[in-house]
T-cell receptor, first 112, second 115 residues
């Protein structure tokens, strides 16, 4: 059983479309992070959300942390082919500092 | 400055052999982490170090896996008697410290294939 459940697992869309990726858990996290990973590379941190209800924006990407700090979402507006990649949510439950638990990831493909 | 580097980038070995995977963290980062990523999955925690000591090795799957960081910088992940199920990408990451939401910087990984 995954501590962090991501959905959908696969997403194939056309350039210009919007999309949302979800990350859900039954556990409370002090913070959640979103990473993007390209083939042959390690994950690269996009954002960290810390406060329940927090919303952070990074250009066309909007990240939200649930009020109860058990879930998060990533919304991409007007997706571009350069957004293609594996998106991962991760968090350290409780006080397990550094011991990140990752979701299984969402593979996003944006077609021109 | 240089990021996290890992060597080798690819390692092919035969079942039963011993392998060593090396990680060079970002200079000045005291915390170092090892993760394993199977195809189509997110990374899975193995072990992390604060300085020279293993702060948490609860993710190591069994006693065939061992990791060291003797001088608090470079780390080596050692796998004895490799099995086909050990095939995966092994990722290393480092961070300034061990506090919550310290950004972890990942290396490109070592792809291990056990034949």
């Amino acid at each position: 059983t995954q501590l962090l459940e991501q959905s959908p697992q696969f997403l194939s869309i056309q350039e210009g479309e919007n999309l949302t990726v979800y990350c859900n858990s039954s556990s409370v996290f002090s913070s959640l992070q979103w990473y993007r990973q390209e083939p042959g590379e390690g994950p690269v941190l996009l954002v960290t959300v810390v406060t329940g209800g927090e919303v952070k924006k990074l250009k066309r990407l909007t990240f939200q942390f649930g009020d109860a700090r058990k879930d998060s979402s990533l919304h991409i507006t007007a997706a571009q082919p350069g957004d293609t990649g594996l998106y991962l949510c991760a968090g350290a439950p409780g006080t397990s500092y550094g011991k990140l638990t990752f979701g299984q990831g969402t593979i996003l493909t944006v077609h021109p | 400055g240089a990021g996290v580097s890992q060597t080798p980038s690819n390692k092919v070995t035969e079942k039963g052999k011993y392998v060593e995977l090396r990680c060079d963290p970002i200079s000045g980062h005291t915390a170092l982490y090892w993760y394993r990523q199977s195809l189509g999955q997110g990374p899975e925690f193995l072990i992390y170090f604060q300085g020279t000591g293993a702060a948490d090795d609860s993710g190591l799957p069994n006693d065939r896996f061992f990791a060291v960081r003797p001088e608090g910088s470079v780390s080596t992940l050692k796998i004895q008697r490799t099995e086909r199920g050990d095939s995966a990408v092994y990722l290393c990451a480092s961070s300034l410290g061990l506090a919550d939401y310290n950004e972890q910087f990942f290396g490109p990984g070592t792809r291990l294939t056990v034949l």
